[in-house]
């Protein structure tokens, strides 16, 4: 099973891919939606738009791996994990 976790700071957000239902860009961040309504969002002014592209891209096209996002690594903020 795909899995999906969101890593800011010390907090963790910790999901199957099959809850995802979409990640957005927005104009100060990012911002995933979950089944049930549940969003997540991260508000970042200074989050560049390749990053926010980055993000999303990741979490539309890779299925079945492993995804970590690190949202407040400038380098990389997203990862697919081979388990």
Do not use: C, W
């Amino acid at each position: 099973m795909s899995e999906i976790e969101i890593v800011v700071g010390g907090t963790r957000v910790l999901s199957t891919m099959e809850n995802l239902v979409e990640v957005n860009e927005t104009p100060d961040g990012v911002n995933f939606v979950f089944k049930g309504n549940l969003e997540v969002r991260y508000i970042d002014p200074f989050m560049e738009s390749h990053h926010k592209q980055i993000v999303k891209n990741t979490a539309d096209y890779i299925r079945g791996k492993k995804l970590l996002f690190q949202l407040q690594d400038r380098k990389q903020p997203a990862k697919v994990i081979n388990d």
